[in-house]
């Protein structure tokens, strides 16, 4: 099994549904990430987690909202879909031991488009 | 600001040539410089990373990368190309102050490989 687990691995939705993406990991790290993955422009990181109370912003928070539920889950929604948020998102973990490094560990990926 | 900048968007190479994929970062202070590889439809994986101490580090499948302050880059290196490396290719950069910042990727390499 996977250490870190995304759900759903595809989904297509219309614009204005709202849709949430399920990240839950084994790792038993306190550290967790979303990121989103579009051609030609990289990883670029939506929001972060460093515990259960903590919750910040990347830089690219707008449109989406986050959920710490418990220190294994960490839930990214759009409250409503749009085109152009149409993209592979990504979630990792790290731990404060190698989060002192940077070195993350990354889920498969869920594909999200909206038409 | 953090910032890291791949400046080619692919890269081709023959098996059994050498390869490099290239890396040139800014940071504040010194810097944790990682490599991830990201095959089709998989995750991102972590390929190698430099802390500190010697410029030339090793990671898996072969790879290395030799960081050099001067130029601030930390390009990608192989000796030998097999057509199993083909896939993308991603830079990332954190410095060693400022506690929790997340890591910076770069917008991606795709390499290939041809037999």
């Known amino acids: 099994d996977a250490d870190v687990t995304q759900t759903p691995r595809n989904r297509i939705t219309k614009t204005g549904k709202r849709i949430m993406l399920e990240c839950s990991q084994t790792?038993?790290?306190?550290?967790m990430y979303w990121y989103r993955q579009d051609p030609g422009l990289g990883l670029q990181l939506i929001y972060y987690s460093f515990d259960v109370k903590d919750i910040n912003k990347g830089e690219i928070s707008d449109g989406y909202s986050v959920s710490r539920q418990a220190q294994a889950k960490f839930s990214l929604s759009l409250e409503s879909a749009i085109p152009n948020q149409t993209a592979l998102y990504f979630c990792?973990?790290?731990?404060?031991?190698?989060?002192?490094?940077?070195?993350?560990?990354f889920g498969e990926g869920s594909r999200l488009t909206v038409l | 600001a953090q910032s890291v900048a791949q400046p080619e968007d692919q890269v081709n190479v023959a098996e059994g040539n050498p390869l490099t994929v290239k890396c040139t970062y800014s940071v504040s202070g010194n810097p944790y410089l990682f490599w991830y590889v990201q095959y089709p439809n998989r995750g991102l994986q972590f390929l190698l990373k430099?802390?500190?101490?010697?410029?030339l580090v090793k990671g898996s499948y072969g790879f290395e990368a030799e960081f050099n302050k001067s130029q601030t880059s930390f390009h990608l290196k192989k000796p030998s190309a097999l057509v199993s490396d083909s896939a993308l290719y991603f830079c990332?950069?954190?410095?060693?102050?400022?506690?929790?910042?997340?890591?910076?990727f770069g917008k991606g390499t795709r390499l290939s490989v041809i037999a």
């Open positions: 790792k038993g790290h306190d550290r």
């Open positions: 990792a973990t790290s731990d404060q031991g190698t989060a002192n490094t940077g070195e993350l560990f």
């Open positions: 990332a950069v954190r410095g060693q102050i400022g506690g929790n910042t997340p890591l910076v």
């Open positions: 430099y802390i500190t101490g010697d410029n």
